[in-house]
């Protein structure tokens, strides 16, 4: 079964990898150079450039960092003060969610 992604994942990965693409022209590095640093094939390197969805999402996230480009508008810093304060949030939140069985009232 072919896997069918909709529009925002699709629009969102050509941005990352139009970004990730620019960072590395204006950066003056090579698809090998990239792919080595990030411990991955230039085939990988040039489906990420492209905007290829099915890419390993720590690949993506490799290539981004080595190019320039930061995720999630945060440094270093900034991002692991988000995670704390999402794990803090976690740890409040139910461990698994359980839907309702109702039972069907099927007596007329």
Do not use: W
Not at 28 to 36: G, H, I, M, P, R
Not at 53 to 74: M, Q, R, Y
Request: with cysteine.
């Amino acid at each position: 079964m072919k896997k069918v992604f909709s529009n925002y994942p699709l629009e969102s990965v050509s941005l990352l990898a139009s970004l990730i693409r620019a960072s590395r022209i204006e950066n003056k590095l090579s698809t090998t150079e990239v792919a080595e640093r990030a411990g991955i094939s230039r085939s990988l390197l040039q489906r990420i450039e492209k905007g290829d969805p099915k890419c390993n999402i720590g690949a993506f996230f490799e290539v981004a960092t080595i190019v320039g480009v930061k995720l999630f508008d945060a440094d270093d810093t900034t991002l692991n003060k988000h995670i704390r304060r999402i794990e803090d949030k976690l740890t409040l939140l139910p461990k698994a969610i359980h839907k309702k069985k109702r039972k069907i009232d099927d007596d007329f």
